[in-house]
């Protein structure tokens, strides 16, 4: 099985940063694609941002120029700096994973626990 766990939510003022991070562990043969989703009260969850093995990126339109995301493959961790932050980026942040644990078994979808992000004056 492969746990993930989310750190660096918090309370912040509108126009700064901060940088959540998603550290994937157990037994992990491989991870490709990561992704970042939130979700705020009342919507639906809404995917903010993917990376794949090799590094490619995409993130949402919304959050385009203000978040980043990356990855440490050798640490099997995901990033998502954030910054210039708005009220409407305040939701749960989820760390997902497309994972396998063996070679030749399934590829599975993984989630973290989420992280709160609140951005409020």
């Known amino acids: 099985q492969v746990q993930l766990v989310e750190s660096g939510g918090g309370l912040v003022q509108p126009g700064e940063s901060l940088r959540l991070s998603c550290a994937a562990s157990g037994s992990i043969f491989s991870i490709n694609v990561m992704n970042w989703y939130r979700q705020a009260p009342g919507k639906q969850r809404e995917l903010v941002a993917v990376?794949?093995?090799?590094?490619?990126?995409n993130v949402a339109g919304s959050v385009k120029g203000r978040f980043t995301i990356s990855r440490d493959n050798a640490k099997n961790t995901m990033y998502l700096q954030m910054n210039s932050l708005e009220p409407e980026d305040t939701a749960a942040y989820y760390c997902?994973?497309?994972?396998?644990?063996?070679?030749?078994?399934?590829?599975?979808?993984?989630w973290g626990q989420g992280t709160q992000v609140t951005v409020s004056s």
């Open positions: 997902n994973a497309r994972a396998k644990v063996t070679r030749w078994g399934p590829t599975g979808d993984y």
């Open positions: 990376i794949t093995s090799d590094g490619s990126t």
